[in-house]
């Protein structure tokens, strides 16, 4: 693909932490002046302890003072693109549903969305009281 988002989260995923599913996650975040974060999976015995790639690049970029973002590539080591997890999906939501979000499957299949089209009618800071935007 030649996409230093893809070639960024292909790099990740080879630091993936993954002895139970052996599933390797790579993400890499497109922060809106064009910083890129990037993300793992690292997984837990407890399992409830593990952290998916696309949250490891969002909390890397917050912690860099990053809030607002363009695009997201997952890659994966499974043949067909993977979309994100619910809990990866509305955690990104927390930073706006107009990202880009694209997988790669190890086979070079690519799969595109916004993440409005992945989490519709998504839960914000703006559904609650006191919330944004109300």
């Known amino acids: 693909m030649g996409d230093k988002l893809v070639d960024a989260a292909k790099a990740a995923m080879q630091r993936a932490y993954a002895p139970y599913s052996k599933f390797h996650v790579g993400a890499a975040l497109e922060a809106e002046d064009g ?36 695009r997201i590539v997952v890659v994966s080591d499974a043949k067909e693109p993977v979309a994100p997890c619910g809990m990866c999906r509305q955690f990104l939501a927390e930073f706006g549903t107009g990202l880009s979000v694209v997988s790669v499957g190890s086979d070079g299949t690519t799969k595109s969305w916004t ?11 703006a559904d609650f009281a006191g919330g944004a935007g109300r």
């Open 35 to 70: 910083t890129v974060f990037t993300g793992c999976n690292v997984e837990n015995a407890s399992f409830g302890g593990t952290i998916c790639a696309e949250r490891t690049a969002v909390v890397t970029a917050v912690a860099a003072g990053k809030k607002k973002f363009r």
């Open 115 to 125: 993440l409005a089209e992945l989490l519709p009618s998504a839960f914000t800071g």
